[in-house]
């Protein structure tokens, strides 16, 4: 975990590109921070220790100043999608052996997303919007989860749910679970209070407990449902603000069988999205109008999701959802900071476009640091950041693979969660191995992680 950083140039001092700043420094990554915001600058230099270059990142002059022609990757995420993909094409012309990850947010991009990266030659495009949307979507279909990450191509989920104070598994340990219920799922997180613990199987679990655990969607389901929980999907749903993440959220909804109401108060906005989805009903109102929301159905409706600009406004929007009616909430947030006054709120779901988009950029790069050897695949901050859910592909022979589990010599705190052997998902034992391509997932406390050999003493 020594290995020398990579040098970053990162466009747009934005809530994301300033996270992406501080993270990639503080795993050691040398990262120059472009914007035209002086002000925006002077803040990020107060959090972290990069190098900071007042301009356009489409410029010329700029770049060279920079060290483009020396940098190993190169990050756009300014407000603009087209000033992003201008600065990717740019960056490329100086260094065509520089990576480059542009965030592009407009769905009249969605379906030229391959062809822009092909003639652009644009190594990641990133669409928050859609990404989020796509998380409300999971949680949709499976209401009693608080959140869900995916891996192995779908086969694995990392499921996060509440513990009800009535609840069979209140003062059992997760031993218990395992010899009573399923030994086909790993316990990788427990939430409570501001305690966050990385459980053995003598840990008890308590009500009020939020834990999280790692199975196939089939165990998955038959956990919940062994254990009490409603597995089924929700029938409609009600969306609060028309932008684009509720676009994209009501197009996956529709395509599964879902009745869907949008509630938008700019009129254009209604005639668009009226046209662009045909067998939504579109309201025109204000979402924050109790009786308007009356009217609409939100005592009845089966699932309730606030997806307008403001913070303040999707919180509130959420706590009024809970106090009429027992829909299941999703609220989104754009701010990546007080979360933990957002927390003690019990919002139910909550999304942060944001952080998705920075795990994301993240996650590309470890894998791009990596040796040849294992590469990261997907990376999730879990338990409000304490932890990283990681998933590996092993591409060489190395330290871990050929040999028991029980026989490597891990660091605390690092679970080994699943094992994807040719398609199929392992719960490891200590008897398992690892091979050369495998997909492999880790749940750590320690970060920085870019390769699998990193959870070996």
Do not use: W
Not at 155 to 173: F, H, Q, T
Not at 322 to 341: C, D, E, M, P
Request: hydrophobic share 40%; glycine share 8%; aromatic share 6%.
């Amino acid at each position: 975990m020594n290995r020398s950083g990579l040098t970053i140039i990162i466009v747009g001092a934005g809530k994301v590109g300033c996270t992406l700043a501080v993270r990639l420094t503080d795993e050691g990554h040398n990262i120059i921070m472009i914007d035209k915001s002086e002000d925006r600058l002077n803040d990020l230099q107060k959090n972290t220790d990069c190098m900071i270059l007042h301009g356009s990142g489409s410029s010329h002059e700029t770049l060279e100043e920079a060290g483009i022609a020396d940098t190993d990757l190169f990050i756009a995420v300014t407000d603009s999608d087209e000033l992003n993909l201008l600065c990717c094409t740019i960056a490329k012309q100086f260094n065509s052996n520089i990576a480059t990850i542009a965030r592009v947010r407009d769905p009249d991009y969605g379906n030229e997303i391959p062809y822009l990266r092909s003639r652009l030659a644009i190594d990641m495009i990133i669409n928050p919007e859609f990404e989020a949307a796509a998380c409300a979507a999971r949680l949709l279909f499976l209401p009693a989860a608080i959140s869900i990450n995916t891996f192995a191509h779908g086969s694995a989920e990392l499921v996060r749910i509440r513990l009800p104070e009535d609840n069979m598994l209140d003062g059992k340990d997760i031993a218990y679970i395992g010899k009573n219920i399923t030994n086909n799922m790993v316990f990788v997180g427990v939430e409570r209070g501001e305690e966050v613990f990385i459980p053995n199987g003598s840990f008890v679990l308590k009500g009020g407990d939020v834990i999280s655990f790692v199975s196939s969607r089939k165990v998955c389901l038959g956990f919940l449902k062994a254990i009490g929980y409603n597995t089924k999907s929700v029938r409609d749903t009600l969306i609060i603000g028309g932008g684009k993440s509720a676009f994209y959220l009501a197009d996956q909804l529709i395509k599964s069988g879902i009745s869907v109401k949008i509630i938008e108060k700019d009129p254009k906005r209604c005639e668009y999205l009226s046209t662009m989805l045909p067998k939504a009903t579109i309201l025109n109102g204000d979402g924050i109008d109790s009786n308007f929301l009356e009217e609409a159905g939100i005592e009845d409706t089966d699932s309730f999701v606030a997806l307008t600009g403001i913070d303040e406004e999707n919180i509130m929007l959420t706590l009024h959802a809970r106090n009429v009616s027992n829909a299941k909430v999703v609220t989104k947030i754009n701010r990546i900071t007080f979360t933990q006054v957002i927390n003690s709120l019990n919002l139910g779901s909550v999304i942060y476009p944001k952080y998705i988009t920075a795990e994301t950029i993240i996650s590309y790069v470890r894998a791009r640091q990596a040796s040849i050897g294992s590469n990261v695949e997907v990376m999730y901050l879990l338990l409000d950041g304490n932890a990283e859910a990681i998933e590996f592909k092993v591409k060489e022979e190395s330290s871990v693979t050929g040999v028991p589990l029980k026989d490597l010599n891990i660091k605390n705190n690092v679970i080994i969660s699943f094992i994807s052997h040719n398609g199929k998902l392992i719960i490891p034992t200590g008897n398992d191995v690892i091979s050369v391509g495998d997909n492999v997932m880790i749940v750590t406390t320690q970060k920085g992680f870019t390769e699998l050999q990193d959870i070996m003493r």
